[in-house]
Every structure is written in structure tokens, then in C-alpha cells.
Nanobody, 114 residues
Framework: VQLQASGGGLVQAGGSLRLSCAAS????????MTWYRRAPGKQRELVAR???????NYADSVKDRFTISRDSAKNTVYLQMNSLKPEDTGVYYC?????????WGQGTLVTVSS
């Protein structure tokens, strides 16, 4: 089973994008689904996380602008990004932690122009 991230692109500041991370097959015992990003010249950081129980947490820098959600029937997690800023630029990765292993998507590039 693999994770496929998509939805990145070039957008102007203030715009929106929705990222998707879909599993190619069924994955059991998912504990958490997380979006990370790596900005140019910076370390990877957690952007948003949703647990199996539906709890969410966000980086302070994206609170009130980003929303993480999931569709269990489609084995997909989403990241709705609104009011994008140039500092949101980076490669976004999805990560699923399960009772068996961690899964990583290949990353999708988000570029926000000023």
C-alpha cells in the first residue's frame, strides 16, 4: 500500500489549495494522519494532525487558516489551506501512523507567491 499526495501548485498569497493524500489500498489500525511540510532551508515541521478519534491539532502558524479532515471510506486525508502566505511555501508530506508501520507520501509542492 502506498500514499499518494496531490493538490499542490502555484497560488498567489491569499489564495487557497486543497491537498489530498490517498492510500492505494486499505490500511488498518490507523492511529494518526499527519501533514508535514519542509520549507526551503528549514527543517520539516508538523502542519496538522488528525487522530483515529477525530482529534485535530495544528501548528500555530496555520491555525484558523488550515483544516485537516479525512474520508475513511475513500482512505483519504485532506488539508484545506486558505489565506495562504508566502511562508507556507514548501513540500507537503502526508504521514499515516498505524499499528504496524508508518506510511509516507511522496510530497507535493506548494508555492505561494507574494
Amino acid at each position: 500500500v502506498q500514499l499518494q499526495a496531490s493538490g499542490g501548485g502555484l497560488v498567489q498569497a491569499g489564495g487557497s489549495l486543497r491537498l489530498s493524500c490517498a492510500a492505494s489500498g486499505s490500511i488498518a489500525r490507523i492511529y494518526a494522519m499527519t501533514w508535514y511540510r519542509r520549507a526551503p532551508g528549514k527543517q520539516r515541521e508538523l502542519v496538522a494532525r488528525i487522530t483515529s478519534g477525530g482529534s485535530t491539532n495544528y501548528a500555530d502558524s496555520v491555525k484558523d487558516r488550515f483544516t485537516i479532515s479525512r474520508d475513511s471510506a475513500k482512505n483519504t486525508v485532506y488539508l484545506q489551506m486558505n489565506s495562504l502566505k508566502p511562508e507556507d511555501t514548501g513540500v507537503y508530506y502526508c504521514n499515516w501512523v498505524t499499528g504496524f508501520k508508518d506510511y509516507w507520501g511522496q510530497g507535493t509542492l506548494v508555492t505561494v507567491s507574494s
